[in-house]
């Protein structure tokens, strides 16, 4: 059986972790306008913004070490963005004690308790794959060459004809 590659796992809960997070934050702040009100909204106002950087940081999908990377739609633009971080974007064990700290505040919100779980649950993934030896590498444009068509050009001179003899001696 092949090994698991389990870096692919925490980037998938990573970015499910984020909508979460949003979503919590959002129902959260959005309580400011109802009689009751959160006491900890601003706990829901900071995971939204902790939402949306993780999201910087876990959209851009690591290259596989076997067999072929899918890319997410315009994951080129942040890939560069996580590359300039160095180690904090490359190193795994860098991104758990990130997502542990970060996940604990949003436990003391009503809003935010299933997206700090999420988040934790992130982060022991991302502590299993730092174990394995794991690092974030870059998916870069492979390019393929592709085998292009040419098309022949005409024959500028017709074909020779056969010529048809009769054969007079034939019954018609």
Not at 9 to 37: D, K, R, T
Not at 92 to 99: D, L, M, Q, T, W
Not at 149 to 154: D, E, G, K
């Amino acid at each position: 059986m092949g090994k698991i590659e389990w870096a692919m796992w925490a980037n998938e809960q990573g970015v499910i972790s984020c909508y979460v997070l949003f979503l919590g934050g959002v129902l959260g702040v959005s309580s400011h306008a109802l009689p009751f009100m959160h006491k900890r909204w601003q706990i829901a106002a900071y995971s939204m913004a902790l939402a949306f950087f993780i999201l910087l940081i876990e959209y851009p999908r690591s290259k596989r070490k076997s067999g072929r990377t899918i890319e997410r739609s315009f994951q080129f633009v942040l890939t560069k963005f996580v590359s300039m971080l160095g180690v904090f974007g490359r190193n795994y064990f860098i991104r758990f004690v990130f997502y542990l700290l970060s996940g604990v505040p949003c436990l003391f919100c009503v809003g935010t308790v299933l997206g700090g779980i999420c988040l934790i649950i992130t982060s022991l993934i991302y502590l299993r794959a730092a174990l394995a030896d794991e690092q974030w590498v870059a998916c870069e444009k492979e390019t393929v060459s592709k085998k292009t068509l040419t098309r022949a050009q005409p024959p500028s001179v017709a074909p020779p004809r056969m010529v048809v003899y009769k054969n007079e001696f034939a019954d018609p």
